[in-house]
């Protein structure tokens, strides 16, 4: 499996807009393709309607060429050239966000007993099967304290399996991100936004691509 996420990094809400579009328009080109993503988590911004991070996952593992090309053209820093919505008197056009890729693991851990597992009804939109099923699943890392919740799919099984997934990549960014700490060099994703050499640059917002 494989966890996608867009992040605005430390940046403004300009930064985490573009990455609401950004992911619309990642969105309509893997449907082009035949692709489709979850949204597992979300982190939204201050303004409505924008996301600070989106962490996706992509279950399918066998993909075309198309689809491969489609997939990393969105793994990189990415630019937008846009006269800011929120500040319009602002002299700043350049606002930037991350698309990272890991593959990670979605079976269940060796060491079970550090895991608590739960079930739960799912909670917004999604009718009447969401209100009435026990079908999202929450996961607490019980030594860290690490724990996710996922609801997207109808299946248990399914939202266990990317639950396993996200809880285990979080543990994995938690070991680098100390190890990290420990060097004196934060590069963590959620923290840094490199820019400069763009992989790919929009404009307006229509998100339009440069070319």
């Given at each position: 499996m494989k966890l996608i996420q867009f992040s605005a990094g430390q940046g403004p809400s300009e930064c985490a807009l573009a990455v609401?579009?950004?992911?619309k328009t990642f969105a309509k080109e893997l449907e082009k393709v035949g692709l489709?993503?979850?949204?597992?988590?979300?982190?939204?911004?201050?303004?409505?309607?924008?996301?600070?991070?989106?962490?996706?996952?992509?279950?399918?593992d066998n993909l075309s060429p198309d689809q491969k090309q489609v997939l990393?053209?969105?793994?990189?820093?990415?630019?937008?050239?846009?006269?800011?919505p929120y500040r319009p008197k602002h002299g700043r056009?350049?606002?930037?966000f991350n698309v990272v890729h890991w593959n990670v693991d979605s079976s269940q851990p060796a060491n079970l007993s550090d895991f608590e597992v739960r079930?739960?009804?799912?909670?917004?939109?999604?009718?009447?099967?969401?209100?009435?099923?026990?079908?999202?699943?929450?996961?607490?890392?019980?030594?860290s304290g690490l724990a996710v919740k996922v609801s997207?799919?109808?299946?248990?099984?399914?939202?266990?399996?990317?639950?396993?997934?996200?809880?285990?990549?979080?543990?994995?960014?938690?070991?680098?991100?100390?190890?990290?700490?420990l060097k004196g060099d934060m590069r963590m994703q959620h923290h840094q936004l490199e820019r400069g050499k763009p992989v790919r640059v929009f404009e307006g917002m229509k998100f339009k691509e440069k070319t």
């Open positions: 609401a579009l950004g992911f489709n993503v979850d949204i597992i988590e979300q982190e939204p911004g201050y303004e409505r309607n924008t996301f600070k991070s989106v962490m996706l996952a992509l279950k399918n990393e053209s969105w793994n990189g820093n990415m630019q937008w050239i846009c006269k800011s056009k350049n606002w930037f079930t739960c009804k799912a909670s917004g939109s999604g009718g009447q099967h969401v209100n009435t099923t026990d079908s999202a699943v929450q996961i607490l890392h019980k030594p997207t799919e109808r299946s248990q099984h399914q939202n266990k399996r990317l639950a396993w997934a996200l809880i285990q990549h979080k543990l994995e960014s938690q070991t680098q991100d100390r190890q990290a700490v």
